[in-house]
């Protein structure tokens, strides 16, 4: 069983920066990969980004192509989400979830952390 412990998130000005920690724990995990989605009020939870956890290879939604930013410390089982230049579209509950290796998609969710972006 594997747990995610997210943190950061908040309340900021459109332009600003925020960043988004995500924790891994467990027994026995392997990690394929690590997501990051979001969903915003009314809508749909969607795709924001992902890194393959052995390359680190990243691939991300084109809404928020070259301002975010994924990356992961291999060392302390965690996962970032750098998000610049936030728009008051970015508004919505991020989560962070994990792909084990034995799956082709994510299983295992973050609880969510809320980030506001006012114009």
């Known amino acids: 069983q594997v747990q995610l412990l997210q943190s950061g998130g908040g309340s900021v000005q459109a332009g600003a920066s925020l960043k988004l920690s995500c924790v891994i724990s467990?027994?026995?995990?392997?990690?394929?990969?690590m997501g990051w989605f979001r969903q915003a009020p009314g809508k749909e939870r969607e795709f924001v980004g992902s890194i393959k956890w052995s390359r680190g290879e990243t691939e991300y939604a084109d809404s928020v192509k070259d301002r975010f930013t994924i990356s992961r410390n291999s060392a302390e089982w965690a996962t970032y989400l750098q998000m610049n230049n936030l728009q008051p579209g970015d508004t919505a509950v991020y989560f962070c979830?994990?792909?084990?290796?034995?799956?082709?998609?994510?299983?295992?969710w973050g609880q969510g952390t809320q980030v506001t972006v006012s114009s």
């Open positions: 467990g027994r026995s995990f392997t990690t394929a990969a």
């Open positions: 979830a994990h792909q084990p290796r034995d799956a082709t998609y994510f299983t295992s």
